[in-house]
């Protein structure tokens, strides 16, 4: 079936520094990659919608500057939090569904970003 | 009201039992239903996929879609202790589109 692979699976970084985590999609192209935030014993949260070739379409509160995403494949979105901050602290986790398939998404392993 | 409600748990049933897990929604224009499930600490996992109303069965699980009633189950038969985990239920209004998700109910499956 298919695969979606996120890395780092887990990541700690110093207040004020940038992390970013790859979405890759092994076996298929994803015009459109799903970037969300979940906090402990919640829901996922959507944060952005990732197209590429073009911008990615932000939710409401969600601050551009500060999530990057950049889609520049078929098979891969990046998402880089930018001057990380310890609210940032989160599992962020990506999905992706093949271009013109009709099914579910398949989501990443998801990353564990810690930042002190 | 919440667009997707489903009970947040935890539910615990003894291994073997049934289960039961459940989904209102407010939209109506809903068509697309899908049922993951999630370890702590992990992605969720694609595990029903259904379109419109109607049942689908896959293993020891079964889907129900109703949608004049706006409501959503996914049943577990002989259910495991490796069933233990969060189920999240989501749906879209239109294909390509993303998906609204429930909070999830945690699971545990005693032995």
């Known amino acids: 079936g298919a695969v979606v692979s996120q890395h780092p699976s887990r990541v700690i970084c110093k207040s004020g520094t940038s992390v970013k985590i790859e979405c890759r999609s092994l076996?298929?192209?994803?015009?459109?990659m799903f970037w969300y935030r979940q906090f402990p014993k919640k829901s996922l949260m959507l944060m952005a919608t990732?197209?590429?070739?073009?911008?990615?379409?932000?939710e409401q509160g969600v601050e551009k500057d500060k999530f990057l995403i950049n889609h520049a494949s078929l098979t891969l979105s990046t998402l880089t939090v930018t001057s990380a901050h310890p609210e940032d602290s989160s599992f962020y986790i990506c999905?992706?569904?093949?271009?013109?398939?009709?099914?579910?998404?398949?989501f990443g392993s998801g990353t564990r970003l810690t930042v002190v | 009201q919440k667009e997707v409600e489903q009970d947040p748990g935890p539910l615990s049933v003894p291994e073997g039992a049934i289960v039961s897990l459940n989904c209102t929604y407010s939209?109506?224009?809903?068509?697309?239903f899908m049922w993951y499930r999630q370890y702590s600490r992990k992605g969720p996992e694609l595990l029903m996929y259904?379109?419109?109303?109607g049942n689908k069965e896959d293993g020891r699980f079964t889907a129900q879609v109703d949608k004049s009633s706006k409501y959503i189950s996914l049943f577990i038969r002989d259910s495991q202790p490796s069933d233990s985990a969060t189920y999240l239920c989501?749906?879209?209004?239109?294909?390509?589109?993303?998906?609204?998700f429930g909070p999830g109910t945690r699971l545990s499956v005693l032995p």
């Open positions: 999905s992706a569904r093949e271009t013109g398939s009709g099914g579910g998404y398949t």
């Open positions: 076996d298929f192209q994803a015009t459109t």
């Open positions: 990732s197209n590429e070739g073009s911008k990615a379409t932000y």
């Open positions: 939209n109506s224009a809903f068509q697309y």
């Open positions: 259904t379109y419109s109303s």
């Open positions: 989501a749906m879209s209004a239109n294909y390509g589109q993303n998906f609204v």
